[in-house]
Nanobody, 121 residues
Framework: QVQLVESGGGLVQAGGSLRLSCAAS????????MGWYRQAPGKQRELVAT???????GYTDSVKGRFTISRDNAKNTVYLQMNSLKPEDTFVYYC???????????????WGQGTQVTVSS
């Protein structure tokens, strides 16, 4: 079994910063892509940022220059540093990881439980 546990959400004023963390535990032979999504009530989940195992990253346009995704492969952890936060960044944020549990085995996508980020104006 693989679990992703998120932390770091909360309430912050516009212009402030938050750092989200997501740690994977369990039987993880290798972790390939990791990423962050966000979702508003009644809306589809949207991609925020991704990071490959080689460290290459991608961002949705609305967060470029403000958010930074990073990972610590030794800790099986992905981070999202969020700066210059805006009220429109208010969402539940979810992490995911594409995990291979054994050598030569299939890769599955796992999700964290979500963490609320609220930005007040």
């Amino acid at each position: 079994q693989v679990q992703l546990v998120e932390s770091g959400g909360g309430l912050v004023q516009a212009g402030g910063s938050l750092r989200l963390s997501c740690a994977a535990s369990g039987s993880t032979f290798s972790i390939n892509n990791m990423g962050w999504y966000r979702q508003a009530p009644g809306k589809q989940r949207e991609l925020v940022a991704t990071i490959r195992s080689d460290g290459s990253t991608g961002y949705t346009d609305s967060v470029k220059g403000r958010f930074t995704i990073s990972r610590d492969n030794a800790k099986n952890t992905v981070y999202l540093q969020m700066n210059s936060l805006k009220p429109e960044d208010t969402f539940v944020y979810y992490c995911n990881a594409d995990v291979t549990r054994r050598f030569g085995g299939p890769t599955y996508r796992y999700w964290g439980q979500g963490t609320q980020v609220t930005v007040s104006s």
